[in-house]
């Protein structure tokens, strides 16, 4: 099955400012996180993926990330949006500083029982709950697997430059873990993580991943077991690869 490689955006001025952008428009890179994206761009290049698609969310500061790796990626690869990639709405949460919302009861609940979280409403951005961003989100993932799948066969590989809680509750899913358990992971600016879907299970390729070669990501030429199946004992580990 295709393998999806999850993009975190580069670092943007509401991250350094330390505001909730969510989906406020005109949340752009600063200049580290558009090193950040072009690097990754170079990371993918060399690696020689066979990158089919780069899927990003709407919004700006994932727009960006997204063209300044394709950049760098053959002119074939094919671009695009979806909404499902979006960033959680945080509702009235939305523009305030990270530090103010910290001192919320709310808060406790997002860090302990996100599964209980729904964000307050405001006139100017709907809200919804973490658990409709996670549903959302892997909808996305499904649909675009299937299209890829289809259209470009199960060796394809496609990136999605998502958000840190949509990636988060993404690998969550993939894990087994209960979306209460999903802050434990970390998903840094600009970082990789890597998920192959098969017919009977996801398997988690990498996490977080912030550099180093990527070329173990190229599908084997001859897989040692079924479709779906772990290799008991836990394999040899990508060809060529030290450590």
Not at 25 to 41: H, I, K, M, N, S
């Amino acid at each position: 099955m295709p393998t999806v490689i999850f993009v975190r955006h580069g670092r943007s001025s509401a991250n350094t400012s330390g505001v909730l952008a969510g989906w406020m428009p005109g949340v752009f890179l600063d200049e580290t996180g558009e090193a950040q994206a072009a690097a990754l761009g170079q990371r993918l290049a060399s690696a020689v993926l066979p990158v089919a698609e780069v899927v990003s969310s709407p919004l700006d500061r994932c727009v960006q990330t997204a063209d300044l790796l394709a950049a760098a990626l053959p002119a074939r690869v094919a671009r695009s949006v979806h909404d499902g990639f979006g960033e959680c709405r945080y509702g009235a949460w939305t523009g305030r500083p990270i530090s103010e919302l910290a001192r919320e009861e709310l808060w406790k609940v997002v860090q302990d029982r996100p599964s209980e979280a729904r964000f307050p409403d405001s006139a100017a951005y709907p809200a919804e709950s973490m658990v409709e961003m996670q549903e959302r989100a892997l909808r996305a993932v499904r649909e675009t697997d299937a299209r890829i799948l289809e259209t470009h066969g199960k060796d394809a590989v496609w990136v999605a430059v998502s958000h840190g809680d949509v990636i988060k509750s993404i690998l969550s899913h993939a894990t087994g873990a209960h979306l209460d358990d999903f802050q434990r992971i970390n998903v840094d600016p600009a970082s990789v993580s890597v998920v192959r879907y098969t017919s009977r299970k996801p398997f988690v390729l990498r996490l977080n991943d912030v550099g180093g070669d990527l070329a173990g990501l190229r599908p084997p030429e001859k897989p040692a077991a079924e479709e779906g199946d772990a290799v008991v004992g836990g394999g040899a580990g990508a060809p060529d690869a030290v450590g």
